[in-house]
């Protein structure tokens, strides 16, 4: 039973930690240049993985994030999607709204908190 939970904590690390630290840099680039949350697609086309930046089409851009189904469609179409990505500026932890999404969109999700330089993941269940 031990051994399971084991494997279980070990493919979780690995599985971030297959996002190497050139494409986290990347990322964490686009999100402290804006004023607005980022979000996109970490996807892998078969050979490699990178960061599909989408616009923001939220309101309220500065706090929230929404996709447009149409890129989501474009992007599941073409790659296969690794994580479902956006920045936070306040909260190293997801909030009810990214819990609540992803039970519908079951994606494992990503987020990066600019202001304490941590990455989070949270796998769909």
Do not use: R
């Not at 296969?80 to 306040?90: D, G």
Request: proline share 2%; with cysteine.
């Amino acid at each position: 039973m031990m051994g399971l939970c084991l494997l279980a904590l070990f493919q979780q690390l690995i599985h971030l930690i297959m996002i190497n630290d050139n494409l986290k840099q990347h990322i964490k680039s686009l999100c402290i240049n804006k004023t607005t949350e980022v979000c996109g697609f970490v996807v892998f086309d078969g050979i490699e993985q990178f960061f599909i930046e989408l616009d923001n089409k939220h309101p309220e851009s500065n706090n929230f994030f929404l996709i447009s189904p149409i890129d989501y469609l474009q992007i599941k179409n073409k790659f296969t999607i690794k994580y479902l990505f956006h920045n936070h500026n306040n909260a190293d932890s997801f909030s009810e709204s990214d819990i609540h999404y992803q039970k519908f969109h079951c994606l494992d999700m990503l987020i990066y908190n600019i202001n304490t330089d941590n990455w989070s993941e949270m796998k769909c269940k």
